[in-house]
């Protein structure tokens, strides 16, 4: 079910990103570093040709056919600041698969993994986008978003449980979304939490 997938990773750089996290000071964006790391090259192992990275805040940048090699580059290209305009990247990402899917190139179904820290500026263009996707969707598992939430803010960890449980409610056609801490994911085998963001 992992296999013969395309997996995008898109990571919040917003401000608040540098926000120290715990007792040994490090910030977000480096505990979002090793994360990205890791499912980089998971991913990789599943998806030889390599994964699409996206860095955002209030713009956002594409990085295709992304080596895990080439994520330390990526983090080291980009400082933390700004907005956190979730919905535009999102959005992006979503057309990339369906332009693909259109046009006979897309694999059996894409994961995008969003290592997030905060709430996004426009919640309900967020979950626009995602209830929009799921009406251009076959079937349930062909596209899976799975949050990733970096540090503990408690509104973002409400607003990502709302996408993860709420999105049937107002329209949308499947439920696609899985939401998981950075907490949970150390504790989590790579492979599960994939799992969970396709079969959720």
Known sequence: ?????DY??????SGSMMTPEGSGGKTR??????????LAAKCEQLDPDGITVYVFS????????VTSAKVAQIFQENEPSGRTDLASVLKDAVNQYFKKKASGEAKS????LVVTDGEPDDRKAVMRVIVEATHQMDRDEELAISMIQVGNDAQATRFLKALDD???????????VDTITMEDIEETPLKEVLLR???D
């Open 29 to 38: 964006w480096s505990s979002a570093e090793e994360s990205t790391f890791a």
């Open 8 to 13: 995008t990773l898109i990571v919040d750089k």
């Open 166 to 176: 709420d999105l049937q409610g107002v329209g949308a056609k499947f439920d696609i």
């Open 109 to 112: 179904g894409e994961t995008i």
């Open 197 to 199: 963001a396709i079969a």
């Open 58 to 65: 209030g713009r956002f940048q594409r990085y295709d056919n």
């Open 1 to 5: 079910m992992l296999e013969n997938r």
